[in-house]
């Protein structure tokens, strides 16, 4: 891999230092290639790549390159990190997506209407990628139900009322019984029971960091061995999981807070060629084509066009 300024810099920095990293790459940039290129030079012992999802993580296992045997390195998504982190607790555990739906049923008891125990089931996996309190505050149940649409289809005030009891009951049991859990429960049950991990990182590679969400840095937190470090790579620009917790501009500013984080540029794109980069400078100035990039091309269409289906290329 041939490398240009900023990756030189990136590379410097994590190879001669013990300092966390927040790499700002912008779309196309190549970041996953470059955490691969970081794990190359670390000095540290241990690490921990955690990736946003099962193909990412897929990805970089796939381009690991061979390690000496004084080195560990990991690769998990945020979930499976929880997984590993409760099976380390409770060996039996198992995953069930149907758990949510039976502990709101439970909870809410019989006769309580489909539309209030969908309404509850919801909830309760909307707040607990949100939060890890031990007690669900009622209150914050209604008002993230409220801004997320859950009571949409309630037909009064009483039924919300029956959806947000319900999920805080649901949610206190969830802490009691966890010999099945769902889905939402590997990265929420390990918090909100201040699990230990089997092990710390010395640097933890963290991708996508503009889609992580509270819970999620929480296990980044929890997983940094004592003196360890961050590498985080990301890009605010693309963050398109707020539905579901992610406060990317909140995560950077974490990450200075709690590591002293430095921020780096990644800003050249090898995806796209000079007239797509140009049209993209309008909304994100700092966007550069590489030096061997294409003229490209940009076209253009009304709105009333497109409604239309006139679209021919």
């Known amino acids: 891999m041939i490398h240009i300024e900023e990756q030189t810099a990136i590379l410097k920095l994590a190879r001669d230092s013990n300092e966390s990293i927040i790499v700002e790459a912008l779309a196309g940039s190549g970041k996953t290639t470059l955490l691969i290129e970081c794990l190359k030079v670390l000095k540290q ?5 955690l990736a946003f999802n099962k193909r990412i993580a897929d990805e970089m296992q796939r381009k690991l390159p061979p390690m000496p045997r004084h080195r560990v390195v990991h690769v998990k998504t945020l ?10 607790h409770h060996p039996g555990v198992t995953l069930n997506k149907e758990v949510t739906e039976h502990r709101v049923r439970s909870a809410a008891g019989p006769g309580t209407p489909l539309r209030v ?5 919801k909830l309760l ?16 149940a209604f008002h993230l139900g409220t801004d997320f649409g859950v009571f949409d289809k309630l037909q009064n005030g009483h039924e919300t009322q029956q959806a947000v009891e319900a999920t805080a ?13 769902d889905y939402c429960d590997q990265g929420w049950l390990p918090l909100v029971l201040d699990m230990d991990p089997p092990s710390r990182y010395k640097v933890v590679l963290l991708d996508e960091f503009q889609d992580v969400g509270k819970n999620q840095f929480a296990m980044v937190q929890r997983l940094v061995a004592p003196g360890g470090r961050v590498l985080a790579a990301g890009d605010v620009f693309q963050e398109i999981y707020g539905w579901r917790g992610a406060v990317g501009s909140d995560i950077r500013e974490q990450l200075q807070a709690s590591f002293n984080a430095k921020s780096l540029p990644l800003t050249t794109t090898w995806r796209c060629d000079r007239e797509i980069v140009d049209e993209a400078n309008k909304i994100v100035p700092e966007l550069k084509a590489r030096c061997d990039a294409g003229p490209g091309a940009v076209h253009s269409i009304d709105e009333n066009e497109f409604l239309d289906g006139g679209v021919t290329h």
């Open 45 to 49: 012992p241990t690490a921990l790549v």
């Open 79 to 88: 979930h499976a990190a929880g997984y590993w982190l409760l099976r380390h």
């Open 117 to 121: 125990l969908g309404a509850a089931t």
């Open 125 to 140: 996996r909307l707040v607990k990628d949100f939060q890890h309190e031990r007690v669900l505050d009622l209150d914050y």
């Open 169 to 181: 009951k649901a949610y206190t049991a969830s802490q009691d019984v966890i010999e099945a859990i």
